[in-house]
T-cell receptor, first 117, second 114 residues
Framework: GAVVSQHPSRVICKSGTSVKIECRSL??????MFWYRQFPKQSLMLMAT?????????EQGVEKDKFLINHASLTLSTLTVTSAHPEDSSFYIC?????????????FGPGTRLTVL | AQSVTQLGSHVSVSEGALVLLRCNYS??????LFWYVQYPNQGLQLLLK??????LVKGINDFEAEFKKSETSFHLTKPSAHMSDAAEYFC????????????FGTGTRLQVTL
């Protein structure tokens, strides 16, 4: 149980275009989802926290107009990178959490590698 | 504020040897502590978690970790390394009972040699 999927797994886009990444909890309802980015050989940095039906809470330094997060249902959250530039190239990972898991364990998706040319 | 320090960005052990990955935390409130493993180009998989119950926590693949409040440590161990254990390991801390933010350490890359 507690499987989280992400789509796509890899995406290459041209500079200036927008890219949407989906994060789905497959076998549980996720009241909270988190979005992270990870640069090569570095740790995960939290970008934002989203609760179903509410606006996302962004971490300091993360541009909310550039990284649009929508958590429209208990099983789906999307991250849209708008007007992507090469410096946005990174590994984006989502995680999902539900109170049923008891101790707010986060279950992670497999990640999406974004390359902006 | 909370933080996690992982000592040693790279650890190399021989197959069959003891694995010890170090993690120290700083938290102003009782923490929840986690160890995650990340294989290349994949997301994170939960190995084990400490949530204020037993101080010795057993996880998957024979990994275990011991919470030592006096040392503010949560070191990860495995009695006998296997080649398939080669990966990046992250220690993380959070607090409260609701879905709260995880603060990750910088990670330790484990190499297993023959």
């Amino acid at each position: 149980g507690a499987v989280v999927s992400q789509h796509p797994s890899r995406v290459i886009c041209k500079s200036g275009t927008s890219v949407k990444i989906e994060c789905r909890s497959l076998d549980f309802q996720a009241t909270t989802m988190f979005w992270y980015r990870q640069f090569p050989k570095q740790s995960l940095m939290l970008m934002a926290t989203s609760n179903e039906g509410s606006k996302a809470t962004y971490e300091q330094g993360v541009e909310k107009d550039k990284f649009l997060i929508n958590h429209a249902s208990l099983t789906l959250s999307t991250l849209t990178v708008t007007s992507a530039h090469p410096e946005d190239s990174s590994f984006y990972i989502c995680s999902a959490s539900t109170p049923i898991s008891g101790t707010d364990t986060q279950y992670f998706g497999p990640g999406t590698r974004l390359t902006v040319l | 504020a909370q933080s996690v320090t992982q000592l040693g960005s790279h650890v190399s052990v021989s197959e069959g040897a003891l694995v010890l990955l170090r993690c120290n935390y700083s938290s102003s409130v009782p923490p929840y502590l986690f160890w995650y493993v990340q294989y290349p180009n994949q997301g994170l998989q939960l190995l084990l978690k400490y949530t204020s119950a037993a101080t010795l926590v057993k996880g998957i693949n024979d990994f275990e970790a011991e919470f030592k409040k006096s040392e503010t440590s949560f070191h990860l161990t495995k009695p006998s390394a296997h080649m398939s254990d080669a990966a990046e390991y992250f220690c993380a801390v959070s607090y409260t009972g609701t879905a709260s933010k995880l603060t990750f350490g910088t990670g330790t890359r484990l190499q297993v040699t023959l």
